[in-house]
Every structure is written in C-alpha cells, then in structure tokens.
C-alpha cells in the first residue's frame, strides 16, 4: 500500500524539487555550527545531536523516564523505558526501539522527542536500547547488543510490567538495519516490526542514491564512510546479518511496516528490501511520504508529516497487538 503527503507549491533546489518547508530546513542544518569538535567523528554526533534539537520541536510530557544497565558480559546495555500518558493497565504492550544515525551516532537524546510522541501515540512502553557504536565498537557489536537486550527484555517482561505477548521492534535508518536482523532471530516473539526508512544496502549504487548523493541531510561521502566504520573487514561487508538487503530466510520476520521518503538517498533500498520480504509471504505494509527527506522524523517543528508518520505507526502496532 503506498500512501503521499500532498504539498502544493515547490522550490528547486540544484535539480530537486523542495518544499518551502524542506528548504528551510536545508538552510537551517547549512547554518550548525559544531563547537570544539575533536574530529570528523566527533563532530557528525555533536551534530546530529544539534540537528534533532533544534528540528524535534517541544518534547510532549509523558508519565515516567526509567533508566537501568543491563549486565552482559564484561560491558552494561543502558535501557530507557517511556511509560507513556493515561497507561491503566498492570501490563502494557511495548516497543522495543533501535536509533538510526549510521551505527556510529544517536543516542537517548537525539531520539528523545521522536520516542515521546510514539508512547503516547501508540499507548505502549517505548524501550530505548542505547547499543555500542562504531568505530570503537564495529559490527557485530551494536547488533549483539540491540539482540541481548530484546532476548533480556522479553525474558524479564513481567517484572517490567509489559505484556510478552504484544512486543514488537522498530527501527529508523541504521536501526532499522538493525531490527530486520533481529527480526530474523526472534521474530516470532514479535507481534510487528516498523522500518523507517532501513539502511538496508551497503553498496550505495541505487538510483536513489544517484540523484541524492549530495544530499539533502545525508551523503554519499559520509555513508561510505560510516559503512566502513562499521563493516571494518571485507568478510563483514557481505553479511546478511549486516546488510538486511542480503537476507534469504525472512521466515520469522513479523508483519512490518516499511515507512520511505521520497527525497531519501536510502529510498530505494528500503523499497527492495520491503519487496524482499514480500516476496517471501511476509505482511507488508509500505508507506511512501512525498517529499520528505530522510530524517524527516526528527523534524516535528517544522513538518507536518512527522505527527502523520507517527500516527500511521501508532495505528499499525495498535492493529497488532488487539
């Protein structure tokens, strides 16, 4: 199922057709400056971090923030828990949530607005699993982490009152590479799964990736680089476990919905990895919003879309989880 976000009057920009809206972000992202930055690294997740303040818009209230390590091992998993408004009932459903920002950013805080909305919108306790990043911890750290974590939570779901029998996973960009992994391992104890825009494919050569290679908000010269970050040795860079995009065997993969923007360098991909899965029989949802760009999610002070997004997840979890 394909949907669009209607606008009516556009800009050009290079070759590419904006919002008014669009562009003023563009312009605004121009104008972050990143202070004391140590290097390129550093300053990409101070940056990241500015983008999605600035553009997340006012944070909505919810009923509490718990945060707690869980022990793996030689290292500790941070977690945080968003118990959303109104929650009544002793056991919630829940949403386990993996960040995006190319397996080398994002955090509690460059998500926080956006995992707010989604605990009161979809009425269940959002669990934020803040996994290691690379290039200090490449693959397959980040996604060790993001499967302990799910495998622990759903384990201990009584004693953290949620229902182990309404969980479900979402990811955006890198996590959303993330959970279609882990979707593979422990689908079937996973009633959804929700992909905003999936960095699905390593290789950068689709013709999404052609048009939108300089951007708007992310590049080509920074996915190249942040991939090999991540992938540091040529048997990694053909994983499957990695690259969603290389996946066979979907036969545990829940019922997803697969969310794309049209202005994304990583549109196509995510269109090919949700027709992989399609194929395979998997319940497929797609939803196309026009003229969005990637990380259109972090940009609810300017972008209507982003509260629309965030309703068609909530009605797509609530739809699974009856």
């Not at 600035?54 to 923030?65: F, H, M, Y």
């Not at 390593?202 to 990736?209: P, V």
Request: negative net charge.
């Amino acid at each position: 199922m394909l949907i669009s976000c209607k606008t009516t009057k556009t800009i050009t920009m290079q070759t590419v057709k904006f919002t008014p809206e669009i562009s003023k972000i563009v312009d605004e992202l121009r104008k972050i400056h990143v202070f004391d930055g140590k290097d390129i690294l550093d300053m990409s997740r101070k940056g990241y971090e500015t983008m999605a303040i600035q553009l997340g818009g006012k944070k909505e209230t919810i009923r509490v923030i718990e945060e707690f390590d869980i022990p793996n091992d030689a290292h500790a998993i941070p977690i945080r828990i968003y118990r959303p408004n109104g929650m009544q009932i002793q056991k919630s459903s829940a949403i386990i949530f993996l960040h995006g920002g190319w397996f080398v950013s994002g955090s509690f805080e460059t998500h926080d607005a956006m995992v707010r909305q989604l605990a009161n919108a979809t009425g269940a306790a959002i669990i934020f699993i803040d996994y290691r990043l690379a290039p200090e911890y490449p693959f397959p750290a980040g996604l060790d982490d993001a499967h302990f974590a799910s495998e622990w939570i759903i384990k201990n779901a009584d004693d953290l009152h949620l229902d182990k029998d309404k969980i479900g996973i979402v990811g955006d960009s890198a996590g959303g590479a993330l959970a279609a992994s882990i979707s593979t391992q422990l689908g079937q104890q996973f009633r959804f799964q929700v992909l905003i825009y999936p960095a699905a494919d390593n290789s950068l050569d689709t013709q999404s990736w052609k048009v939108y290679k300089d951007g708007p908000i992310i590049n080509r010269e920074e996915g190249v680089r942040a991939w090999n970050w991540y992938l540091n040795t040529p048997e990694k860079k053909t994983n499957p476990l990695a690259i969603p995009i290389r996946i066979k065997d979907f036969k545990t993969t829940p019922p997803t919905l697969v969310l794309l923007a049209e202005h994304d360098p990583l549109r196509d991909e995510g269109l090919v990895l949700a027709e992989n899965m399609k194929a395979y029989g998997v319940p497929i949802k797609t939803l196309f919003y026009k003229e969005m760009t990637h990380g259109f999610m972090h940009m609810g002070a300017l972008l209507k879309e982003t509260k629309e997004a965030i309703v068609d997840i909530a009605e797509f979890t609530k739809e699974h989880t009856q």
